[in-house]
T-cell receptor, first 112, second 119 residues
Framework: SQTIHQWPATLVQPVGSPLSLECTVEGTSNPNLYWYRQAAGRGLQLLFY??????ISSEVPQNLSASRPQDRQFILSSKKLLLSDSGFYLCAWSVGINTEAFFGQGTRLTVV | AQSVTQLGSHVSVSEGALVLLRCNYSSSVPPYLFWYVQYPNQGLQLLLK??????LVKGINGFEAEFKKSETSFHLTKPSAHMSDAAEYFCAVSPPWNAGGTSYGKLTFGQGTILTVHP
């Protein structure tokens, strides 16, 4: 069966520090991968999606970047965190187009 | 462009009462529709989905939803609430496979509805 791993679960980082969140998927090949951010009371916003290795599309301009160095690995990064980067970050995967997405357990990021 | 509106950011019901969470969407073509549930500090779990076929879909934990094209709605219901149903619920849409463009299964979410269940 397919599983998705996302870590760390919680993270407290100072403003201006770098960020690296990792997500890996097991049990499937060539998944579509997504990074969402959930801010309090604001639903989920799609940040990045990837349909293959090295293929990244950004949905919104921001202080973050994403990379997909391997088929089932998706990384969210920042060189310098801002206070506004705080939130709950969720990685997700799907296969094919227009099917449901399956989510990781999320990372609670607090920038102080 | 698609959008999703969930009416009511908070819904409170008594245990055993009917649960009704409202979702309306805007889309140029009939989309695929989803309901997810999120417990505190956890990821999202799929409750049910509608793609094609029967407009009344049943999901996990006794929930069901009905796609009404004329009303552009996909409301979530459960006949009898349980304390364990207390969570946040998200409605989401994505374009159908033949909509063209680069949809790639991207979901557009509503703002969420927090369901509280009182004993």
């Amino acid at each position: 069966s397919q599983t998705i791993h996302q870590w760390p679960a919680t993270l407290v980082q100072p403003v201006g520090s770098p960020l690296s969140l990792e997500c890996t998927v097991e049990g499937t090949s060539n998944p579509n991968l997504y990074w969402y951010r959930q801010a309090a009371g604001r639903g989920l916003q799609l940040l990045f999606y990837s349909v293959g290795i090295g293929q990244i599309s950004s949905e919104v301009p921001q202080n973050l970047s994403a990379s997909r160095p391997q088929d089932r690995q998706f990384i969210l990064s920042s060189k310098k965190l801002l206070l506004s980067d705080s939130g709950f970050y969720l990685c997700a995967w799907s296969v094919g187009i227009n099917t449901e997405a399956f989510f990781g357990q999320g990372t609670r990021l607090t920038v102080v | 462009a698609q959008s999703v509106t969930q009416l009511g950011s908070h819904v409170s019901v008594s245990e055993g009462a009917l649960v009704l969470l409202r979702c309306n969407y805007s889309s140029s073509v009939p989309p695929y529709l989803f309901w997810y549930v999120q417990y505190p500090n956890q990821g999202l779990q799929l409750l049910l989905k509608y793609t094609t076929g029967a407009t009344l879909v049943k999901g996990i934990n006794g929930f069901e939803a009905e796609f009404k094209k004329s009303e552009t709605s996909f409301h979530l219901t459960k006949p009898s609430a349980h304390m364990s149903d207390a969570a946040e619920y998200f409605c989401a849409v994505s374009p159908p496979w033949n909509a063209g463009g680069t949809s790639y299964g991207k979901l557009t979410f509503g703002q969420g509805t927090i369901l509280t269940v009182h004993p």
